[in-house]
């Protein structure tokens, strides 16, 4: 004969029916069904081998037996929460917890840290000093990684571009938190092609090129493959790190430059879509040991961070709402 084994939450089906003195009062306060609930009570009553309750005028109350069940019942569920508060209590920073944090140079970081901060004091409350998070960019995921793996990141956020992967460091642990970001075109707003909603990249063959030579691959691989399979070799005639003077030469319409989808526009800057998405990258976070804060805390903050810059451009929200609706 098949007998049931008494589980925690049973005893917490017991200690609602005593404390609201009703079936149905119980089973709305644990968020169950009058069915399921009746149903449950008597399968504990039947491996109990004896009644719990009994019905009386105003509802159901505790047998003699019941009594003596319900009492060891708190008894055990009053010591789980005392060992729960205790696990609590180790798990809470005694002190000032500092996160560092890598990326390439882009806006996201400066929207993940307070976004980050505010989710760490909402877990730990008021009495706990707030998170303090440094920064380190660098265009280079290799190099960011690399920084994850000797620990001198705790996390990093990588730009992997789709067919020129890096791999996964050894120790290192990664997770996607943008499946595909396309990169978009920067050039002059006085360029001729600067009204267009969308630029074939095939039409840029004529122009001169900036690249970042920090980046992987020296800011060329990916360029250049795709450069070739839209029929011509790029003329790479720029390699600026600096930002400043890079938007100074593509505003002034010297060159044009690959550019992030979430880069702002303004000031003589247009950043555009290409045709057919011909270069994509994969957002990734990296990590080794953060320690005291929940990968899942930093994966949210990271996401929802990125979700804000979408509309920093005007072509970013259709380029998404296209590919993510």
């Known amino acids: 004969m098949w007998t049931m084994e008494l589980e925690f939450r049973h005893l917490r089906i017991v200690i609602a029916v005593a404390d609201e003195g009703s079936i149905t009062k119980a089973a709305a306060a644990l968020g169950l069904s009058q069915p399921s609930l009746t149903?449950?009570?008597?399968?504990?009553?039947?491996?109990?081998?004896?009644?719990?309750?009994?019905?009386?005028?105003?509802?159901v109350v505790p047998t003699s037996f019941g009594r003596t069940v319900l009492a060891r019942a708190r008894s055990v569920v009053n010591e789980m929460a005392d060992l729960r508060g205790e696990a609590n209590a180790l798990a809470t920073p005694r002190g000032p917890v500092e996160l560092k944090i890598g990326g390439r140079p882009?806006?996201?970081?400066?929207?993940?840290?307070?976004?980050?901060?505010?989710?760490?004091?909402e877990l730990h409350g008021p009495d706990v000093a707030p998170l303090s998070v440094q920064v380190h960019t660098d265009p280079s995921a290799?190099?960011?990684?690399?920084r994850v793996?000797?620990?001198?990141?705790?996390?990093?956020?990588?730009?992997?571009?789709?067919?020129?992967e890096i791999g996964t460091a050894e120790g290192v642990r990664r997770e996607v938190v943008v499946e595909r970001?396309?990169?978009?075109?920067?050039?002059?707003?006085?360029?001729?092609?600067?009204?267009h909603d969308v630029i074939d990249l095939a039409d840029l063959a004529e122009e001169n090129w900036m690249i970042d030579p920090q980046?992987?691959?020296?800011?060329?691989?990916?360029?250049?493959?795709?450069?070739?399979?839209?029929?011509?070799?790029?003329?790479?005639?720029?390699?600026?790190?600096?930002s400043t003077s890079a938007r100074e030469f593509i505003t002034s319409g010297q060159c044009v430059s690959l550019a992030q989808p979430t880069s702002s526009e303004g000031r003589g800057l247009v950043i555009r879509p290409l045709r057919g998405d011909p270069i994509c990258n994969r957002l990734e976070l990296a990590w080794k040991d953060l320690g005291p804060i929940d990968p899942e805390m930093l994966r949210?903050?990271?996401?929802?961070?990125?979700?804000?810059?979408?509309?920093?451009?005007?072509?970013?929200?259709?380029?998404?709402?296209?590919?993510?609706?």
């Open 149 to 164: 793996r000797a620990g001198r990141l705790d996390a990093a956020v990588l730009c992997d571009v789709m067919g020129f």
């Open 142 to 146: 290799a190099a960011l990684q690399g």
């Open 39 to 59: 149903s449950q009570l008597q399968r504990i009553e039947r491996a109990m081998g004896a009644p719990l309750f009994e019905r009386a005028r105003t509802g």
């Open 215 to 242: 980046e992987d691959h020296g800011g060329i691989g990916p360029l250049r493959a795709a450069c070739r399979a839209a029929g011509f070799e790029p003329r790479i005639t720029h390699e600026i790190s600096d």
């Open 300 to 325: 949210r903050a990271v996401t929802e961070a990125y979700h804000r810059l979408i509309d920093r451009n005007p072509s970013y929200p259709v380029w998404w709402a296209q590919h993510n609706g």
């Open 181 to 195: 970001e396309p990169e978009f075109v920067g050039l002059s707003d006085r360029h001729r092609l600067a009204a």
């Open 106 to 121: 882009s806006p996201l970081l400066s929207v993940v840290v307070p976004l980050l901060g505010a989710a760490y004091a």
